[in-house]
């Protein structure tokens, strides 16, 4: 079998410095905040080149409290992509302001900037880009339409730990940059964790006071906040992984250069579109993600053969339930409905060996010449 994601692979190989960290935890009993958190808002802070990070306990969180903390609120609306995780969506309305989607760009599969303008209303806040699948969102045409229209940028950045924008970490480019450190991310906790980096100090500091009870000072409460905190543990465990972030994404770009060699001839002959790294961008490969008209068959055959892939996103956001008042319908945002039907994820982690990719790739072939593809070509 070849797992989709492999954590234990990861586990086994930095063990003894993560069960380190966890005991001086236990030992602290500095459960919640505490010191390995300050020292991991200090390293990540460094790490993305901004002058403030703040943790919080999910990306989900970091999005809310920096929409709430940039003073937006009821009626002001957030510009974000069609295509992307629920939450960057979620995170604005629970903050009280309004997402309004954008259409996707086939190729980087990020927010389709040439849209954007048209999504502009008088009541347009902020653009919320968010950097899908490890890979830097256009940026510059973002922020020169932002300043025209005095618009604030918050970066999604909860798939983008470590990847360039035209050499510069993403997370700091904008005013402020949500992260997320869900198990399964490029830099992930062993349980619930997000961060918020800025070089804003009132950002920041809003931030800090929102994530717990509105309170800096013991039993003050300034303003009535939240339990977003994160816990010392994360900290603790997101402090040894940071030093490996750099490597484990070298090993991404990797495995994806690989399959792109392996599975090149079948992009040319029509059958798969691999992903693209866009010019200035340095992609981290949270995702590996590519196109096919036979999505569902393909999925299929290589569960038959023992490799797990995944859908990230079999619905885009508007037309999901949730947001049914908005009155969305197919058709609306036509690449990112058609990427929800021909987007894979193939198996993408660091611990990845180039045995199992290349028996994913040869899982492909001969899917793509079984007769289900060879009926359609
Ligand atoms: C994972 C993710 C989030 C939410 O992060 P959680 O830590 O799961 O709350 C937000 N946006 C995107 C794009 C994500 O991938």
């Known amino acids: 079998m070849i797992p989709f994601v492999d954590l234990q692979a990861q586990y086994r190989a930095i063990k003894t410095e993560v069960d380190a960290a966890i005991q001086r935890v236990l ?13 991991f808002e200090a390293a990540f802070a460094e790490y993305v080149g901004a002058k403030f990070c703040v943790g919080v306990n999910s990306g989900t969180a970091a999005i809310q409290l920096v929409v709430m903390a940039c003073g937006l609120r009821a009626g002001d609306e957030v ?34 900037v ?29 922020f020169e339409l932002a300043a025209r229209h005095n618009l604030v940028v918050i970066e999604d950045a909860a798939q983008a730990h470590g990847s360039l924008y035209k050499g510069r970490r993403v997370g700091a480019l904008g005013r402020a ?12 906790a062993y349980g619930e964790g997000g961060a918020v980096v800025t070089h804003d100090a009132e950002i920041a500091r809003r931030v800090r006071l929102l994530r717990d009870h509105g309170s800096e000072q013991k039993y003050r409460h300034e303003i ?58 340095h992609h981290v490969y949270h995702l590996y993600v ?6 569902d068959r393909l999925q299929q055959q290589l569960a ?11 619905v885009p956001i508007h037309l999901q339930p949730a947001y049914a008042e908005h009155g969305h319908r197919p058709g609306d945002f036509p690449v990112a409905e ?5 987007v894979l994820s193939l198996p993408m982690f660091p611990e990845l060996t180039a045995a199992q990719i290349e028996r994913v790739a040869s899982a492909i072939r001969s899917a793509v010449n079984s007769s289900l593809f060879a009926a359609r070509a």
């Open 177 to 188: 940059g949500c992260f997320s450190f869900y198990p399964g991310k490029n830099l992930g």
């Open 304 to 314: 038959d053969a023992g490799i797990q892939t995944g859908i990230h996103y079999p």
């Open 290 to 295: 590519v196109q096919t008209e036979e999505r």
């Open 338 to 342: 058609r990427l929800a039907g021909c």
């Open 114 to 142: 040439t849209r954007l303008e048209a999504a502009i209303t008088p009541r347009t806040r902020a653009i919320m880009p968010v950097h899908l699948y490890g890979q830097a969102a256009d940026l510059d045409p973002i």
């Open 224 to 281: 009535v906040g939240y339990n977003f905190r994160l816990e010392g543990i994360q900290g603790a465990v997101l402090n040894v992984k940071l030093n490996h972030l750099d490597s484990w994404n070298d090993l991404r770009r990797a495995h994806a250069a690989r399959y792109g060699s392996l599975l090149g001839d079948l992009e040319a002959g029509g059958a798969l579109k691999l992903p693209r790294e866009m010019p200035g961008a």
């Open 79 to 112: 510009i974000v992509p069609a295509n992307s995780f629920f939450a960057t969506a979620e995170g604005v309305s629970t903050a009280g302001a309004t997402p309004v989607f954008v259409n996707a760009d086939p190729v980087s599969y990020n927010l389709d």
């Open 27 to 39: 030992d602290s009993t500095a459960f919640i905040l505490g010191r390995e958190v300050e020292a």
